[in-house]
């Protein structure tokens, strides 16, 4: 609808500025949003005041011409109005909300679904976290968050790839072995001090017990160094299973994991730093290689070489999203922890020096989850014998609680999650208020369909019958059901969805303590059937993309 406002609006300036009502004028974007007080219409536009300071004109005097000369041809709206420096304000015709019942019902799990991305190839790359230890739940929030954005890209007409890299290159794998090997040594009684900068969890020692059932005390007398190497590779895939199966009951499916180590391979960085160096991209100091991110706006240049001869984690994301471009992704998506503000500089400086443009590709950053149980902080330590990991969250709250909760704030603000709210089956638990009021429609059509009554095609109802407040209320919002899902999918804003369900759900809850669906008037009792259903369609479809279920009875 907003985009038949918009075009309605468009089609009436050009034919203004045609006739000489208006001068000629560049034709802005037209802007269509929906008001924040009802009042002020159904939709509005602000292109009056846009053109205005074009030529130069009174915005109000501007509106009044649009106004006056506004062609309506699928007779869509009661009235306009102009209000304030001039937005122009739209009333639409309850018929037309009234339509919107027949659209849901055609469409079904369709509704919703759009043509923007137009079969674009896009990949999102998300959770990305080291193979030395389980998920946490800063983790777990990345990866509903990247999940979730996949989703409504796909739902919004993109070709959706998930990747995640497995960081299984450099110094923290080594440690990882070296840490393995310290807690083998130890389990098997030999006395050592165990290093400050290897890994301590708990969940090393379980790797080294099993390194012990299976092969014994062997690696006693082997060379260190190979040990190191071996339980490093142990530990990682150990971990990384580990890792996957957590994600896979979290309901995060991924396409492709890319190891770090594939960019290695016939000294693929080398090449590609050699390649820049010849560009001009890269210089030397005589000790470190240098990548020149300020011609590109960074506050400074970046090392992409160390004085040992190392290349930085700088250097393997350029040859990462070199890899990913030659793949032909058109946008690239990276979710990240909000601690890497600082790096979205360099690596936008790398993929332009790759000849790539900036806005191809999207950084996303995730902000730290605070953990509460009845409104106090959880101590973020296993030794407390309180968990953190994303394992510990799912058995105690299930996966449908957890998404929702980790997408009820932006992915940029900080958020807190309730254990013991997003248990409690109660109005104050978000996802359970939603899933009840799917719950509970599915339940009035099943009482019913046990009266007897038979469940309406739409040419049965009379819509005019659905007069409440109310009622306009809950057709109106879904109407703006796919308005909503393309504005989160061109915005990234996965948050919108819950935003939107929690509303849905107020409407219909308030809505039902008030109306009767069933009673004697066999008319109205039809249309509100029929209404019901709908609701029940974009409940569904809603929670689809978030990856949360949508029960029957509760």
């Known amino acids: 609808m907003k985009i038949k406002i918009a075009n309605l609006v468009a089609a009436t300036v050009r034919n203004c500025i045609a006739a000489g009502l208006i001068p000629t004028a560049d034709l802005p974007y037209m802007e269509v949003e929906v008001p924040n007080n009802p009042e002020h219409g159904d939709y509005a536009s602000n292109v009056a005041m846009i053109l205005a300071s074009q030529i130069k004109k009174n915005p109000r005097q501007i509106a009044?011409?649009?106004?006056s000369n506004l062609v309506d041809p699928e007779n869509i709206l009661e009235?306009?109005?102009?209000?304030?420096?001039?937005?122009?304000?739209?009333?639409?015709?309850?018929?037309?909300?009234?339509?919107?019942l027949q659209i849901i019902e055609e469409q079904k799990e369709e509704y919703g679904r759009l043509d923007v991305g137009g079969a674009q190839k896009v990949q999102v790359e998300f959770v990305s976290a080291n193979p030395t230890g389980p998920l946490h739940i800063g983790h777990a929030r990345g990866a509903v968050v990247g999940d979730v954005i996949a989703n409504l890209l796909q739902t919004t007409g993109y070709s959706v790839d998930r990747e995640y890299y497995i960081n299984d290159a450099g110094n923290q794998m080594n440690?990882?072995?070296?840490?393995?090997?310290?807690r083998y040594r130890e389990l098997l009684g030999e006395k050592n001090e165990f290093p400050e900068n290897c890994y301590q969890g708990d969940y090393i020692k379980n790797v080294a017990q099993d390194i012990i059932k299976k092969e014994g005390d062997k690696y006693l007398a082997l060379n260190e160094e190979e040990t190191i190497r071996n339980f490093t590779a142990i530990a990682g895939e150990l971990i990384l299973t580990e890792i996957k199966n957590d994600l896979r009951d979290f309901g995060v499916i991924f396409d492709h994991y890319f190891s770090e180590k594939e960019l290695y391979e016939n000294d693929g960085v080398g090449e590609l730093l050699e390649s820049l160096k010849k560009q001009g991209f890269i210089y030397s100091d005589g000790e470190t290689l240098w990548f020149k991110t300020t011609a590109y706006g960074d506050e400074k240049d970046r090392v992409v070489v160390r004085?040992?001869?190392?290349?930085?984690?700088?250097?393997?994301?350029?040859?990462y999203h070199q890899n990913k471009y030659s793949?032909?992704?058109k946008m690239i998506i990276d979710i990240w922890g909000a601690d890497h503000h600082g790096y979205m500089p360099r690596l936008w400086a790398g993929i332009q020096a790759l000849g790539q443009d900036k806005e191809s590709l999207k950084l996303i950053l995730v902000q730290l989850v605070n953990l509460l149980r009845g409104g106090l902080p959880v101590a973020m330590s296993t030794r407390s014998g309180e968990f953190v990991t994303l394992r510990e969250v799912l058995d105690e709250?299930?996966?449908?609680?957890?998404?929702?909760?980790?997408?009820?704030?932006?992915?940029?603000?900080?958020?807190?999650?309730d254990l013991e709210v997003a248990k409690k089956q109660s109005n104050e638990n978000p996802v359970y208020?939603?899933?009840y009021a799917y719950a509970r429609i599915s339940s009035i059509l099943k009482m019913a369909g046990e009266r007897d009554i038979v469940f309406p095609a739409y040419k049965d109802i009379d819509p005019a019958l659905l007069q409440e407040p109310e009622e306009i209320n809950l057709m109106k919002i879904m109407a703006r059901y796919p308005e909503m899902i393309e504005g989160a999918a061109r915005a990234l804003e996965p948050h919108r969805i819950t935003f939107y369900l929690n509303e849905l759900a107020s409407l219909f809850h308030s809505y039902y303590n008030k109306n009767k669906v069933i009673s004697d008037n066999e008319k109205l009792t039809a249309a509100?059937?029929?209404?019901?259903?709908?609701?029940?369609?974009?409940?569904?479809?809603?929670?689809?993309?978030?990856g949360v279920n949508a029960p029957e009875k509760m």
Not at 79 to 100: H, R
Not at 312 to 317: G, L, Q, R, S
Not at 530 to 546: D, E, G, P, W, Y
């Open 64 to 67: 009044a011409v649009i106004q």
């Open 433 to 435: 208020y939603v899933q």
């Open 327 to 329: 793949r032909g992704y």
């Open 397 to 417: 709250v299930g996966k449908d609680a957890a998404r929702y909760n980790f997408l009820m704030r932006r992915s940029d603000s900080h958020l807190d999650f």
């Open 175 to 182: 440690n990882l072995g070296k840490s393995v090997l310290f």
């Open 307 to 319: 004085k040992n001869g190392e290349p930085t984690y700088f250097a393997a994301d350029i040859a």
């Open 79 to 100: 009235k306009t109005e102009i209000a304030g420096p001039g937005f122009l304000n739209f009333y639409l015709k309850e018929s037309v909300w009234q339509n919107t």
């Open 528 to 546: 509100r059937l029929f209404m019901i259903s709908t609701i029940r369609i974009v409940l569904q479809n809603a929670l689809k993309i978030l």
